[in-house]
T-cell receptor
């Protein structure tokens, strides 16, 4: 089983829509998770860190389900600028090494 | 934004030449990482450092070496570049093993 699995999408949604991505992880010992967004040909940027059951930052909400080993990201009131690839990354490994999947592509259209 | 500077930002070179990429940070973070990103792949870890002169291999380290002689600089060297090393290279830093990583702008390297 891969360390982390995400639906690659693409998700195509209109502005103002609510969209959710799921991410499943294999290491039940993972204590922290990070959501990054990456724009085309740019560096990944940290969107949110999750250390407990979830986190919320404005339009973005992350929910962690440890029993089922998945973490979700909910984006409300989507903006055109939300178009990007979203990467779910388990943290807390030795030396802070992270394993990145290919992420989920989101396209928000007018 | 985290104080991370990668240089050069773009480079075109020929097969067989040595290439060194530099990552400079102003955050005094202990951990530094080098990744490459290619189409169809996520970020893949090349090498990482957990302190001055403390480095180790990542997932795709063959053909690469690194050095960290001071906290702020982490150098990635391709001793004899090959076309398969054409990629986008990202440097990242982290204060502790528990904190998230922050990335530099990347270096686009083309080897002809």
């Amino acid at each position: 089983r891969k360390e982390v699995e995400q639906d690659p999408g693409p998700f195509n949604v209109p502005e103002g829509a609510t969209v959710a991505f799921n991410c499943t992880y294999s290491n039940s010992a993972s204590q922290s998770f990070f959501w990054y967004r990456q724009d085309c040909r740019k560096e990944p940027k940290l969107l949110m860190s999750v250390y407990s059951s979830g986190n919320e930052d404005g339009r973005f909400t992350a929910q962690l389900n440890r029993a089922s080993q998945y973490i979700s990201l909910l984006i409300r009131d989507s903006k055109l600028s939300d178009s990007a690839t979203y990467l779910c990354v388990p943290g807390g490994t030795s030396y802070g090494k992270l394993t990145f999947g290919q992420g989920t592509i989101l396209t928000v259209h007018p | 934004d985290a104080g991370i500077t990668q240089s050069p930002r773009h480079k075109v070179t020929e097969t067989g030449t040595p290439v060194t990429l530099r990552c400079h940070q102003t955050e005094n973070h202990r951990y530094m990482y080098w990744y490459r990103q290619d189409p169809g792949h996520g970020l893949r870890l090349i090498h990482y450092s957990y302190g001055v002169k403390d480095t180790d291999k990542g997932e795709v380290s063959d053909g690469y070496s690194v050095s960290r002689s001071k906290t702020e600089d982490f150098l990635l060297t391709l001793e004899s570049a090959t076309s398969s090393q054409t990629s986008v290279y990202f440097c990242a830093i982290s204060g502790t093993g528990e904190q998230p990583q922050h990335f530099g702008d990347g270096t686009r390297l083309s080897i002809l």
